[in-house]
């Protein structure tokens, strides 16, 4: 079992930066894939971006490719999401989430296919 918490959230202007962390306990955390997602007030979680068990391999929705860069450092059992542009259709509570796997390419994208979520990190951003 892993647990999952978020920071690095809070108040942006458009067009700057942020830096989200998730740190995750345990010793295996090169095991799972790692995921973002982020809910908006009155809709459905979505897909942000994944990585599998080495940063290699990512994937990330249309509307942050470019924009937005997830990595993990294994050796701090840390995954990030660097969001660079911000735009005020980014305002949302971001969530970490976790997956363990065998395959070292798996980034899945939709939300039952992870295990395990944080509590989550506001994001606002103002025009």
């Known amino acids: 079992q892993v647990q999952l918490v978020e920071s690095g959230g809070g108040l942006a202007q458009a067009g700057d930066s942020l830096r989200l962390s998730c740190a995750a306990s345990?010793?295996?955390?090169?095991?799972?894939?790692m995921g973002w997602f982020r809910q908006a007030p009155g809709k459905e979680r979505e897909f942000v971006a994944a990585v599998g068990r080495t940063s290699r391999f990512t994937k990330y929705a249309d509307s942050v490719k470019g924009r937005f860069t997830i990595s993990r450092d294994n050796g701090k059992n840390t995954v990030y999401l660097q969001m660079n542009s911000l735009k005020p259709e980014d305002t949302a509570v971001y969530y970490c989430?976790?997956?363990?796997?065998?395959?070292?390419?798996?980034?899945?994208?939709?939300?039952?296919?992870?295990?395990?979520w944080g509590q989550g990190t506001q994001v606002t951003v103002s025009s």
């Open positions: 345990g010793r295996t955390f090169s095991t799972y894939a």
């Open positions: 989430a976790a997956v363990q796997t065998d395959s070292a390419y798996y980034t899945p994208a939709r939300k039952a296919e992870y295990d395990y």
